[in-house]
């Protein structure tokens, strides 16, 4: 704005939106009694209720897209999600996804390794085939989801994991074959979390 829009409403920036409705539903009200006023007063008021809404518009516009510009950087860097997953934090890591605002390409990525450490196979495609629709072009979402179809045809996944389709309710218990993998095969394990997230660290110590 070329002018001080929040001077016509007599309120600071720092007003809240709540604040801000109500000055201007009080001046509106009382601008539009004013301007069947004769004369100049009428005039003047039919003037300053024009100057209102001008005024209001351009701060609602302002404001909408300083909330779009900050959830872009909040969501932009998901380096504390990813950290948490790293520390076996999925519970944290999940819930700090959830409140993202915008869900972009790398979001369903991010999701699709969550879904992996819980041993949620389908749903990791799932979310990985999304990143790979909304980022065409992204190699690595795409090998990524190359990797995990391979190993989801081989004979390294039981058949109860292949079952799953949503979110479970719980996070249950883990499901492999007792030797502390995810897989049942601490290679499968290895090449599965690279194509998932390029880090053997996800694996909690584990490997080939």
Same mark, same amino acid.
Request: with cysteine; aromatic share 8%.
């Given at each position: 704005?070329?002018? =001080?829009?929040?001077?016509?409403?007599?309120?600071?920036?720092?007003?809240?939106?709540? /604040?801000?409705?109500?000055?201007?539903?009080?001046?509106?009200?009382?601008?539009? *009694?004013?301007?069947?006023?004769? +004369?100049?007063?009428? $005039?003047?008021?039919?003037?300053?209720?024009?100057?209102?809404?001008?005024?209001?518009?351009?701060?609602?516009? /302002?404001?909408?897209? *300083?909330?779009?510009? =900050?959830?872009?950087?909040?969501?932009?860097?998901?380096?504390?999600?990813?950290?948490?997953?790293?520390?076996?934090?999925?519970?944290?890591?999940?819930? *700090?996804?959830?409140?993202?605002?915008?869900?972009?390409?790398?979001?369903?990525?991010?999701?699709?390794?969550?879904?992996?450490?819980?041993?949620?196979?389908? $749903?990791?495609?799932?979310?990985?085939?999304?990143?790979?629709?909304?980022?065409?072009?992204?190699?690595?979402?795409?090998?990524?989801?190359?990797?995990?179809?391979?190993?989801?045809?081989?004979?390294?996944?039981?058949?109860?994991?292949?079952?799953?389709?949503?979110?479970?309710?719980?996070? +249950?218990?883990?499901?492999?074959? +007792?030797?502390?993998?995810?897989?049942?095969?601490?290679?499968?394990?290895?090449?599965?979390?690279?194509? %998932?997230?390029? %880090? %053997?660290?996800?694996?909690?110590? +584990?490997? %080939?």
């Amino acid at each position: 704005m070329n002018y =001080n829009a929040y001077e016509i409403l007599g309120l600071s920036e720092s007003a809240t939106q709540e /604040e801000l409705d109500a000055r201007y539903n009080q001046l509106r009200e009382q601008y539009q *009694k004013d301007r069947f006023l004769p +004369g100049d007063a009428g $005039e003047e008021a039919s003037e300053k209720l024009q100057q209102l809404e001008v005024a209001y518009r351009d701060i609602m516009i /302002e404001r909408e897209e *300083k909330t779009q510009t =900050n959830d872009f950087r909040d969501d932009a860097d998901y380096t504390d999600v990813q950290q948490l997953i790293t520390e076996g934090k999925l519970d944290e890591a999940q819930s *700090k996804l959830d409140q993202r605002v915008t869900r972009d390409a790398e979001w369903h990525y991010i999701q699709s390794i969550l879904f992996y450490k819980r041993n949620w196979f389908l $749903e990791s495609k799932r979310q990985l085939e999304l990143a790979c629709e909304m980022a065409p072009d992204n190699e690595r979402y795409r090998q990524s989801l190359d990797k995990l179809t391979k190993i989801l045809a081989s004979n390294t996944i039981s058949p109860d994991q292949m079952r799953t389709n949503s979110r479970p309710v719980d996070n +249950g218990p883990t499901i492999g074959a +007792g030797n502390g993998t995810c897989t049942g095969s601490p290679c499968a394990d290895c090449i599965l979390c690279n194509a %998932c997230c390029n %880090c %053997c660290q996800c694996l909690g110590g +584990g490997g %080939c």
